[in-house]
């Protein structure tokens, strides 16, 4: 197969959203919403073009993934830029084959090379790890409760970039779309039956657990 990575164009926005869907459906819940945060992003003010990227096998997509703006705010109200990614979508069939790994790095590389300063992302942490993602806790980086979690992971992208910040998270607003307009969206997308599997029990132990590392 010829591998390639490129940024999204608008004609590729219908394949992506299909794509996504496959990828998600039933994984983290019955059903996904996945596709919707993607078509949704594009719109919105905290979407990162630029971070946009397919990847191709023989000029077919087989996957993207998609950059937002996220931030943290300390207790005195300062603000830190920060990005995230997601989704990032592989079709199942070509999973676990390396193409995912082929996007993050292309990603992570194209967000250093525009001048951000760190990544943070909710996930599994051994996916990655891998990539020098390491728990938030490690820079004083909370949720908005005020808990650490061993799902959400901090990259600096430029040595010292998160040392001295501290604070909550915040994603973007476009990651939480209007689930009430869900189903309508679906309409247009083939219809697939809903199941309730083991991964999405997983997935609510992961987004669940206190992070007790001691990282000093």
Request: one cysteine or more; hydrophobic letters at 35%; glycine letters at 8%.
């Amino acid at each position: 197969m010829n591998i390639k990575i490129r940024q999204e164009r608008p004609s590729d926005y219908r394949k992506v959203e299909e794509i996504t869907r496959e990828a998600f459906w039933n994984l983290y819940c019955p059903g996904c919403n996945e596709h919707f945060i993607v078509h949704n992003l594009r719109n919105h003010e905290d979407f990162i073009e630029e971070l946009a990227f397919v990847i191709t096998a023989d000029d077919e997509i087989i996957g993207s993934i998609h950059y937002s703006k996220s931030k943290i705010i300390a207790k005195d109200g300062k603000e830190y830029e920060t990005i995230t990614f997601g989704p990032v979508s592989i079709l199942p069939k070509l999973q676990r084959q390396g193409f995912g790994r082929a996007l993050i790095e292309h990603s992570i590389q194209a967000a250093r090379n525009l001048g951000y300063k760190a990544i943070i992302i909710g996930g599994f942490p051994y996916h990655y790890e891998t990539y020098g993602f390491v728990g938030a806790k490690k820079y004083h980086i909370s949720l908005p409760d005020g808990n650490f979690y061993t799902g959400i992971m901090a990259l600096p992208l430029v040595e010292g970039a998160l040392d001295g910040v501290s604070g909550n998270v915040y994603f973007s607003e476009a990651m939480e779309p209007d689930e009430t307009q869900l189903d309508e969206f679906d309409k247009v997308f083939p219809d697939k039956e809903k199941r309730i599997q083991e991964s999405q029990l997983q997935f609510e132990i992961a987004v669940s657990e206190l992070d007790t590392k001691n990282y000093d």
